[in-house]
């Protein structure tokens, strides 16, 4: 899957994302903001798409996000207006895999329902890391490939498709654990039948990271 299939897909996503993905996703995405808001400080929210968790953040948390689809970002925006989300510090679009942010700028970073639909997923997460402050936290929600059950199956028949659907169905959760300076803190599975998941990772100093 490259950019311009992801542009392309979430074209034709974007009239219809709330009400249909958007509405399967929202336990994952509100449990994320759930957790995002006993912090304090800046978040990046990678992949913000609709802008559907916008509303979710805490008047106390400063939101950046970012998304490579005009369209979605269009919808995000407007909702920003309509809600008065002034805690919204700007949305823009950007390439994850190449973010224009200094880095250890965020205290937080979050991408939701986003690994498994980028082209260069390990180089987005060593963005995320980058831009991430030492000691910050970085919050990956996705869904990841089974390896038994009848889930399984259903991941594996849906592969050839992604191209078409936007997302990789047998996505492996072992592709997000590669950056050494980040480490695993937390791991929860959501309803409906756990196909989620919620990552809760720590950036260490580059000291211990070493």
């Known amino acids: 899957m490259d950019l311009n299939d992801i542009k392309n897909s979430y074209r034709l996503w974007a009239p219809v994302y709330d009400k249909t993905f958007g509405a399967v996703s929202s336990i994952g995405r509100r449990r994320a903001i759930k957790h995002l808001n006993t912090l304090s400080g800046h978040v990046l929210e990678v992949g913000v798409g609709t802008g559907l968790s916008l509303k ?14 005009p369209h ?11 809600k008065n989300l002034s ?30 639909v980028v082209p260069d997923p390990e180089q987005v997460i060593a963005e995320m890391a980058r831009v991430c402050k030492p000691g910050g936290e970085v919050i ?12 399984s199956v259903a991941e594996k028949a849906i592969a050839p498709f992604a191209n078409k659907i936007g997302w990789h169905a ?8 590669g950056q050494k300076e ?8 959501f309803p409906p039948l756990g196909i989620f998941t919620f990552l809760r990772m720590q950036k260490q100093n580059q000291s211990n990271a070493a």
Do not use: C, W
Not at 107 to 116: F, G, K, Q, R, T
Not at 170 to 177: A, C, G
């Open 170 to 177: 047998d996505f492996p959760l072992e592709r997000t654990q």
């Open 87 to 116: 805690n919204v510090v700007d949305v823009r679009e950007m390439d994850a895999r190449a973010m224009e942010f200094p880095d250890n700028h965020f205290d937080a970073v979050v991408a939701m329902y986003l690994i498994s």
């Open 182 to 189: 980040l480490v695993l803190r937390e791991q929860i599975n």
């Open 56 to 69: 979710h953040y805490a008047p106390h948390m400063q939101v950046t996000g970012i998304d490579v689809s």
């Open 140 to 151: 990956i929600v996705n869904h990841f490939a089974r390896d038994q059950g009848p889930l």
């Open 72 to 82: 979605m970002l269009n919808k995000a925006r407007k909702k920003i207006e309509r």
